[in-house]
């Protein structure tokens, strides 16, 4: 295992083996007023593995093998055109520059317009329909022993984007598949907005999870990263109070000057700042591993995106702004 893409094979090589794939949408409604655990890093991880299981996701997806066209989908990093019918909450729900990305249960869902695969060899498999439109199930989409020969079941967009289903089993992937919904881009919302970023700088990526926790990343213009983790400035948001925060703020991190009035904390050895308000924790952050200094930011640099933040409420989404 020497890249993240081959970590993401690995993930989606033994997803159909998962303990709970079976009867997955049942389990799902059973499950909808339990306790969620709330984790402040929870919707990195997810994007960075799960999430990006396929190629797909945040990273850059390999070419299609049989240059079919392909159409670029008119969607801003920070936009997102799938969501779930009423009463399905994905797990997690990440946007890049060249794909998206659901996680539903066991279930992965990444809509892009290079899949990563042979659509040709997917589309000589077993014809469904899926909402009225024609989809394609094949147990091999690689046509041959490779990290990513798992069940796959798939279908083009009116736009080209490719839309690709795996993990859990073939009646799993045909329920959620039956419950996305496509639309015009919408803007990924958050709770502040931003009123100052070094310059050059874009909006690279989104990732919205069921505990509400929102994590949006700016990567250099002249130099995009491959995923989340390794862009140069991170903002993410988690609405308060939360009991989890109120023990790390006085076990893990220390006070610091406060921002714009409110309490502001670092944790020795992390490059982030974090600012409490009465109803959000905001962390601001630079790539979370390597780089270069041309890769990263200071502290200076956190802290003076952190005091021009205009932090609204985390817990009322009419107060919120289009990331990016």
């Given at each position: ?292 200094p041309d890769q990263t930011v200071d502290d200076a640099t956190l802290r003076k995106v952190a005091e021009n933040l205009t932090i609204a409420d985390c817990t009322n989404r009419a107060t919120w702004s289009?990331?990016?």
């Amino acid at each position: 295992m020497t890249t993240l893409d081959d970590l993401h094979h690995m993930f989606d090589a033994y997803a159909d083996q998962a303990p709970d794939g079976h009867g997955l949408i049942d389990q799902a409604r059973e499950a909808a007023a339990r306790r969620r655990i709330r984790r402040r890093w929870q919707s990195w991880i997810a994007a960075l593995a799960v999430v990006a299981v396929t190629g797909g996701g945040i990273a850059v997806a390999a070419g299609l093998r049989h240059h079919d066209p392909v159409v670029v989908p008119p969607r801003a990093a920070t936009q997102t055109t799938i969501t779930m019918a009423d009463g399905f909450t994905p797990v997690t729900q990440s946007t890049g520059r060249d794909s998206q990305r659901l996680q539903w249960g066991v279930v992965s869902v990444t809509v892009a317009a290079r899949p990563g695969y042979d659509t040709k060899t997917l589309t000589a498999g077993e014809r469904l329909t899926i909402n009225g439109h024609d989809a394609w199930y094949t147990a091999n989409p690689s046509e041959g022993r490779t990290p990513d020969a798992v069940p796959l079941l798939g279908w083009q967009l009116p736009g080209g984007e490719w839309v690709s289903v795996r993990a859990g089993n073939r009646a799993d992937k045909i329920a959620v598949a039956e419950q996305l919904r496509f639309t015009t881009p919408r803007d990924v919302l958050v709770p502040y907005r931003v009123g100052w970023l070094p310059p050059q700088m874009v909006a690279s990526s989104t990732t919205v999870d069921q505990s509400e926790t929102i994590g949006v990343t700016w990567s250099w213009a002249t130099k995009p990263t491959d995923n989340p983790g390794e862009d140069p400035v991170r903002i993410e948001t988690e609405p308060l109070p939360d009991r989890i925060w109120s023990q790390q703020k006085s076990d893990l991190y220390r006070s610091v000057k406060p921002v714009g009035g409110h309490p502001a904390y670092v944790r020795d050895g992390t490059s982030e700042l974090l600012v409490e308000t009465p109803t959000c924790l905001v962390t601001v952050g630079t790539r979370r591993w390597g780089g270069t200094p041309d890769q990263t930011v200071d502290d200076a640099t956190l802290r003076k995106v952190a005091e021009n933040l205009t932090i609204a409420d985390c817990t009322n989404r009419a107060t919120w702004s289009p990331a990016g």
